[in-house]
């Protein structure tokens, strides 16, 4: 007897997954700009030679070079998470009128529990008003075999097709079965102007196509391999998709199951065959009521919203106590714990970090601060408190410039914008751009830190390479605000206090838009070795004054005997902020010996 070759297997999560599966399915072209929690599933796209892979300076562009990769026919894939999206919706929503012609995939990761997000938007409706066909994995495996699957399916009905993950799919691992790539037909490209050129006359006609594309796909959902019934206990019946499917699974695993793993348009025969041959109906789904707003019109009765929550990410415990008349399963014996307090640990700015000072001088000078998405949206925690709005990426400037236009004089001197490099290209150079035609007077300051950072040190055109490691341009953001119509841009290492405080207050006065750009490398990027000049603290000079607990590094602490400052020799970086706001000049810094 012949051995027989066993699949190949691997433990993957479902960002990996995703990005393996574009690879077996030929995806030769793949963008993105980096947002917790689908980041990762560019990387790894970045780790196969066959693809070309990008870092785009936000989710529009990458959507829209993915679209015309897609054009030029190469099978592309475009990633973002659920709020990139709304940058990108302008060109997502023309691209289900024109379709595709090499196989197009947008992967859109919902933040349901808001882990790392401003909000917990449902994406699913997104595919709904774009009217394109739309997955939903509920595993490693079933992201790779979908992801696949989705580019077969855009090509075979000329629509770009969404998929849509969620946080714990995005992020756990699972045993996945591999295969090998299979190289997508050649696509020439095709000048077609009645299919690409949404002018209003061709828009009407290719609108019509998308509805008749869309009752053909409702009627290849209702028999395709990733919607199925799974018997069980006829008394009981869900309807389930994604994660939720699996936490249902867990609790309720009794139940006669509708799984769903294509979700729009909505399979309604399929649907109405099932809720007849179960006694209840439920329908369990994270966050909005996508699939129970469809079988309710459908005049189906059913359980979902008004007893599962809305607002969280779901659990096997939260359906449990949603739906406990239906669980036949006896829960564990309550064990009495102990009552112990535990501390809370917020998320703090990195020892080092060059985002720090800044934080320290914007409360010293009682500043308003319009802040952004980024790491350095931390300073508006303690013990910075100075942000006072957040909204979106970009919104930092032209947040700012609203003030300014609401309140004139009032805030004039104390009007402050603050972003980093990579959200100033994302969307802040439109509202610099806005601020100096409009004539705006606040500060802008650009935390130039040469990286992505708080998605995990992606590259940006300001590093200097690209994802695939090679070199790039670097650039020049201070060109690009002399560019804009800035008359005074400043660049000004964010460790000297001193010259910076100068700045801050020289442009403060200015009346006319400015720029401060603090230029320091994040501290834990890779390769970089700054000269370290060591710190020490002389306690018996310390006043504890508190000077240097507000600076809020990690590595200054408290004495809990006498209350004096003591420095954590292990967290501590040497860069000097410490020393340079400490009064009594207990902690210095050695400028001439280097450690």
């Not at 679209?67 to 026919?73: E, F, M, N, T, V």
């Not at 990761?109 to 401003?118: E, L, Y």
């Not at 099932?274 to 707003?293: C, G, M, Q, S, Y």
Request: glycine content about 8%.
């Amino acid at each position: 007897m012949e051995a027989r070759e066993m699949p190949q297997k691997a433990v993957l999560s479902g960002n990996a997954a995703i990005a393996r599966g574009a690879w077996e399915a030929g995806v030769r072209f793949a963008a993105a700009y980096p947002g917790t929690p689908s980041t990762e599933i560019l990387e790894y796209c970045g780790t196969y030679a066959e693809i070309d892979a990008q870092w785009a300076v936000n989710e529009k562009t990458a959507l829209e070079t993915a679209l015309g990769a897609c054009y030029g026919g190469a099978r592309s894939l475009c990633a973002q998470k659920h709020v990139g999206l709304n940058v990108a919706a302008d060109p997502f929503f023309t691209a289900a009128y024109t379709g595709v012609n090499g196989g197009f995939v947008i992967v859109t990761a919902d933040d349901p529990g808001m882990h790392s997000s401003q909000n917990e938007q449902d994406n699913r409706f997104y595919a709904r008003m774009a009217k394109t066909p739309l997955f939903e994995p509920s595993s490693s495996q079933e992201a790779k075999d979908m992801t696949a699957a989705a580019f077969l399916l855009s090509e075979q009905y000329d629509a770009p097709v969404m998929l849509r993950t969620t946080t714990r799919i995005s992020h756990s691992e699972g045993i996945v079965t591999l295969g090998p790539r299979q190289e997508a037909p050649a696509r020439e490209l095709e000048r077609n102007m009645a299919k690409y050129c949404v002018l209003p006359a061709n828009a009407r006609k290719l609108h019509v196509k998308v509805e008749e594309r869309m009752k053909a796909l409702e009627e290849w959902g209702c028999s395709c391999p990733w919607n199925r019934v799974e018997k069980g206990d006829p008394a009981l019946g869900i309807i389930t998709s994604g994660i939720s499917y699996a936490h249902a699974r867990e609790v309720f695993p009794h139940a006669t199951f509708l799984k769903l793993g294509f979700t729009n348009p909505f399979p309604a025969r399929l649907v109405r065959d099932f809720a007849r041959t179960v006694k209840t109906l439920v329908v369990i789904e994270e966050n909005d009521p996508f699939l129970e707003e469809k079988v309710r019109a459908l005049g189906i009765a059913c359980l979902g919203k008004d007893r599962i929550p809305v607002c969280g990410e779901l659990n096997p415990d939260i359906l449990a106590a949603s739906l406990p008349e239906f669980t036949k399963t006896t829960p564990p014996a309550t064990v009495t714990m102990p009552a112990v307090e535990i501390p809370v640990r917020p998320p703090v700015l990195c020892p080092g970090c060059p985002h720090r000072g800044v934080f320290f001088l914007l409360r010293k000078l009682d500043l308003h601060v319009t802040g952004d998405i980024g790491c350095y949206s931390l300073g508006a925690l303690a013990p910075h408190n100075a942000m006072h709005s957040i909204i979106c990426m970009g919104a930092s400037i032209t947040n700012a410039l609203g003030i300014g236009k609401a309140m004139g004089d009032k805030v004039h001197g104390k009007l402050v914008a603050v972003l980093g490099e990579s959200t100033f290209m994302h969307s802040g150079i439109t509202g610099l751009i806005d601020t100096v035609y409009n004539q705006g007077r606040h500060l802008t300051i650009v935390l130039d830190n040469s990286i992505t950072a708080m998605t995990g040190h992606q590259q940006n055109p300001a590093s200097g390479y690209t994802l695939k490691g090679k070199p790039a341009p670097v650039l020049d953001l201070v060109r690009i605000c002399e560019a804009a119509g800035v008359k005074r841009v400043r660049v000004v290492d964010p460790f000297d206090l001193k010259a910076l405080e100068t700045e801050l207050k020289e442009c403060l006065a200015a009346p006319e838009p400015t720029v401060i750009i603090t230029k320091r490398p994040c501290f834990l990027l890779k390769g970089y070795k700054p000269e370290k000049h060591v710190v020490s603290i002389d306690r018996a000079r310390c006043v504890k004054c508190g000077q240097c607990w507000k600076v809020g590094c990690p590595a200054i602490e408290r004495d809990p005997t006498d209350g004096k400052t003591v420095i954590n020799a292990t967290l501590c970086v040497h860069c000097g902020v410490c020393a340079s706001v400490c009064r009594p000049g207990a902690i210095t810094q050695d400028k001439g010996g280097k450690r």
